[in-house]
């Protein structure tokens, strides 16, 4: 059986997952309107690989004995700046996402449960992946900016992600 306290954090990191998704499909509605097609391409599948992690906490739950129960998710912004904006707050989230995994780590060890630190164990790879596939679009950006010619190739980039693909398309 799970500890009581296990079983909360993972059922708290259900709902940041989700909103991870829900924030993202905001900012591929925010591309799509705005015609950029790849920008909301890249934050589709993103969206859809983060309802792949709440699959994961779901099946991981459910595993070991424990209740999934759903809480609301938060209403995530309509409204960005820009692009360079869009990453800029999708890495500050993923940051955000990796403290919480690291915390969540923390409360294995100390809970003695080796079977969740374990599981976790992936989630602490994704995350360095989650947090670099934003962190290099962002530097992209910055690189050769986020209007007119520069900020075409972006979108034409992230036109290229497909499901299962990493951050560039490849
Ligand atoms: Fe589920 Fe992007 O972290």
Redesign the pocket.
Known sequence: MLAKEIEKELNVQIN??LY?AYYYVAMAAWAENKSLNGVANFFKI?AQ??MA?VQKFYHYLNERGGRVILEAIDKPPVEYKDVEDIFALALK??QY?TQRIHGLVDLAIKENDHATKTFLDW?VT??VE?EASMDDILQKIKMIGASGHGLFMIDTQLAQKSAGASAEGE
């Open positions: 940041k997952e991870s993103q690989e983060e992690h989230h993923e996402v989630f994704e995350q989650e």
